[in-house]
């Protein structure tokens, strides 16, 4: 009934920049927090940045200065801008979503497939 996808995962040299978008679709009532979650190989899945329905931002320590998120609630859409991209920033990066669908009664997480970030000279 919801689906998210995302786009923008590309390969990139270190200082370069990324934009990565994810749209939700389906029977959607609301949507509270967006965010943006990554994993690297061999490592767990952690949280990049992520961002309330009212605009409050958080990131993590290893990209706070460099990503910004934002979201267009009226197209049910987050982005991840990156800038200054590391080596280390390579990863699959996910969105997730918190999701009222209509109909439903309370909000669950749904999320997106991944896409690829590579950092690389």
């Known amino acids: 009934q919801v689906q998210l996808v995302e786009s923008g995962g590309d390969l990139v040299q270190p200082g370069g920049s990324l934009r990565l978008s994810c749209a939700a679709s389906?029977?959607?009532?609301?949507?509270?927090?967006m965010g943006w979650y990554r994993q690297a190989p061999g490592k767990q899945r952690e949280l990049v940045a992520r961002i309330t329905s009212g605009g409050g931002t958080n990131y993590a320590d290893s990209v706070r200065g460099r990503f910004t998120v934002s979201r267009d609630t009226a197209k049910s859409t987050v982005y991840l801008q990156m800038n200054s991209l590391k080596p280390e920033d390579t990863a699959v990066y996910s969105c997730m979503m918190l999701i009222v669908v209509q109909g439903r009664f309370g909000a669950q997480n749904y999320w997106g497939q991944g896409t690829q970030v590579t950092v690389s000279s």
């Open positions: 389906g029977s959607i009532e609301s949507i509270y927090t």
